[in-house]
């Protein structure tokens, strides 16, 4: 299957980037099978899909906090 030609593709450098983390990470990451595969794009040039990235974004779980109940004149008898 061919990709569209539209697809943009990310370095590890960029994709490290994106999240904040270091490269090793990110292969790190690949490795353990916690994050989208790359694609060999030819010789020694691999690259991730900025759509794959996304689609793995977006099924991240992730927490909100609404509302925080604390009792701030606690805090300061401590």
Known sequence: MTA???????SVDQVAHRFGVSK?????????????APVKLGGTTTRW???DIE????Q????????LEFE???????
């Open 49 to 51: 899909r900025l759509a």
């Open 60 to 67: 991240l779980a992730c927490g909100l906090v609404a509302f």
């Open 55 to 58: 689609e793995w974004e977006g």
């Open 4 to 10: 569209p030609a539209n697809t943009l593709y990310l």
């Open 24 to 36: 090793d990470s990110i292969w790190r990451w690949k490795r353990k099978g916690d994050f989208p």
């Open 72 to 78: 701030p004149d606690a805090l300061m008898a401590g």
